[in-house]
């Protein structure tokens, strides 16, 4: 029996950004090709400047595609039309870095969390309200956190607020862009959490985009390392953690902080034992 369809199949893509006269363009990918599969997660993870912010944009349509193929059940999106793209948002969706900046602040948090079920046709009026205070619900938040603004909430609260947002619509595929960096390390790992417990029972899949190796390997099924806009080591997620073989994925294995002295201490001793 053959292998079932990847969800997201990403094959030799090029993004490139113009950098002014007589400066060649920067390759924000370069030849990247990654898979991911239906209810999985794909971490990407690198330091900022690595180019897996750019891969995330070019899923979602924001960035400028030089060469290159986006499959996404089966549908090419390199050259799709921007109505075509508009409708793929119920199917597609993002959670930004940051909580203060990614909801409206002169909108209720229930109007802001009715507009994509409106956008799409799901639900209207009551049954919308209703399906609001459901997912406030599902990720924590009292039911009336509809009538309030996001000034209200809490770093947490807000990111919480932006995974309902995302999620209500039952996308497929999800793009976490450093979804828990600006959160503190406890309030992190609820988020975390929360987000591994609504794939288990949604089933979406997660491309999730992080510089922190911890994190990733909290959360991946498969990890592919990025490095000034190459793809340079790709597995699954306990054996690019366990076993890297390139130095730059050692460096930043390295740098991952760790509550515990003596894990650090430990995963020193793993990458210098032969």
């Avoid at 793209?85 to 969706?93: A, H, P, S, V």
């Avoid at 229930?110 to 309200?129: F, I, N, V």
Wanted: proline content about 7%; glycine content about 8%.
């Amino acid at each position: 029996m053959s292998a079932p369809e990847p969800l997201l199949e990403v094959t030799e893509l090029t993004v490139s950004y113009r950098r002014g006269f007589r400066r060649p363009p920067l390759l924000a990918n370069n030849g990247v090709s990654v898979t991911l599969g239906r209810g999985q997660t794909l971490g990407i993870v690198g330091e900022s400047g690595s180019g897996k912010s750019t891969l995330g944009d070019a899923v979602l349509g924001f960035a400028p595609i030089a060469s290159g193929s986006i499959r996404f059940a089966g549908e090419e999106l390199v050259g799709a039309t921007a109505r075509r793209r508009r409708e793929l948002t119920k199917n597609i969706q993002v959670i930004f870095q940051n909580p203060y900046a990614s909801l409206n602040p002169a909108k209720p948090i229930g109007q802001t969390l009715s507009e994509p079920l409106a956008a799409h046709g799901l639900a209207h009026g009551a049954a919308a309200r209703e399906r609001v205070a459901r997912w406030l619900d599902i990720v924590g938040l009292s039911p009336d956190a509809a009538e309030r603004y996001p000034r209200d909430f809490s770093g947490g609260q807000r990111q919480r607020i932006a995974i309902a947002r995302a999620l209500l619509v039952e996308p497929d595929l999800v793009v976490c862009d450093e979804a828990v960096s600006a959160l503190d390390l406890s309030i992190q790992a609820q988020i975390l959490n929360l987000l591994l417990d609504l794939q288990a029972r949604l089933g979406v899949s997660y491309l999730f985009i992080t510089h922190d190796m911890a994190v990733v390997e909290h959360m991946s099924s498969r990890i592919a390392v990025m490095h000034r806009g190459l793809i340079i080591e790709e597995g699954p997620a306990h054996e690019i953690v366990h076993s890297p073989t390139a130095d730059y994925t050692r460096a930043l294995l390295e740098a991952a902080p760790s509550p515990d002295p003596r894990v650090q201490r430990e995963r020193r001793r793993e990458r210098t034992t032969p």
